[in-house]
């Protein structure tokens, strides 16, 4: 399927139904000439654009409702507008901006924006969420309760690793940054973050805790050199029926997988691969349901023939068989 978008680089689309239509919050790739390496400093995105689209069978065309958001107006960022997401207030019905960037001491910190509007524009709050750390936002309102919680997450640039001794912001052991992660044996896989919001949708209602994933077939965490299967980033909860299913991407062995849950703090179990590796390092995905049918965005780089920082945010249809399993995507 060709990219959603081709007039410029997106990635790390983030997709929600808000008044009808399918809104995008992706990244914002653009050219650069730092060179491509492992803490990811050749993503060096500065703004964020909304997208939207009241059809995806058959294709409609794409709006780009422009930029919503830079650098330049968020306070405490220094650089790296990295992966978004956004949600609806179930209480207020106002839109909120979750985003990951690097503060003025090279730390990420995920921050908030608000706006009247699914397209924006958004206002972001002048300091970042309180107790934040890492990349990756994914917020889930929760539709049989109203609750909404954050999860969050991301290893080697996406600095996770450097908050082993706990799951507070002022944990942060610097000699981990870089492309490093927990390995040996007996060493079990760091997971990525979960909170539940508080009902004003700025900051933590509870310490985050460890989003756990269990080895189907001994009932015990992933182990840290599971690489096909352990948490790396790109963490997103949907929820069909009473089953909560958080996915993410693999990282270095480039899949993305998922794991299922009866709450949405888990324990997780691993439930199989959702997408095969695609053209590019890595992939970051959502998973929405749309006009009674669910969807899969993600991104490669097909438009820009490889480059790995320069990606293109692409849609599929997924399926699940009769036990709630989601069947692997169909590559192109």
């Not at 934040?132 to 919680?149: L, R």
């Not at 060493?187 to 994933?213: N, S, Y």
């Amino acid at each position: 399927m060709a990219p959603l978008i081709t007039h410029l680089y997106t990635a790390d689309p983030s997709a929600h139904v808000f008044e009808g239509r399918i809104y995008i919050y992706p990244s914002h790739d653009r050219e650069t000439d730092i060179q491509f390496n492992d803490n990811g400093d050749q993503y060096d995105m500065a703004d964020y654009h909304v997208f939207s689209t009241p059809s995806l069978d058959p294709p409609a065309p794409v709006t780009d409702h422009g930029v919503v958001l830079r650098t330049e107006d968020i306070p405490w960022v220094s650089k790296q507008l990295w992966a978004p997401d956004a949600a609806r207030g179930p209480r207020d019905g106002r839109y909120y901006l979750y985003f990951p960037a690097r503060d003025k001491a090279g730390i990420f910190r995920i921050g908030v924006a608000v706006g009247d509007r699914p397209e924006g524009p958004f206002t972001p709050d002048p300091e970042p969420i309180k107790g934040s750390y890492s990349i990756d936002p994914a917020s889930f309102v929760d539709p049989d309760t109203d609750e909404t919680y954050l999860y969050f997450g991301g290893l080697w640039g996406g600095q996770l690793q450097c908050y082993q001794s706990g799951n507070t912001a002022d944990v942060f052991d610097a000699s981990w940054q870089g492309p490093k992660e927990p390995s040996g044996p007996g060493k079990r896989a760091m997971g990525a973050r979960v909170a539940r919001l508080t009902h004003d949708m700025r900051q933590f209602a509870e310490e985050p805790r460890e989003v756990v994933i269990l080895a189907p077939e001994t009932g015990e965490p992933i182990a840290a050199d599971d690489h096909d299967r352990r948490f790396f980033e790109a963490a997103w909860m949907h929820k069909r029926g009473s089953t909560y299913y958080f996915s993410y991407s693999t990282g270095d062995t480039h899949y993305l997988c998922y794991a299922t849950a009866d709450t949405p703090y888990g324990p997780f179990t691993y439930g199989g691969r959702i997408l095969e590796p695609v053209l590019g390092w890595t992939t970051h995905h959502s998973i929405v349901e749309f006009q009674g049918r669910w969807w899969l965005f993600h991104h490669d780089c097909e438009l820009s023939k490889g480059v790995d920082h320069l990606r293109s945010v692409k849609v599929k249809e997924i399926f699940y068989d009769d036990a709630g399993k989601i069947l692997p995507v169909k590559q192109d």
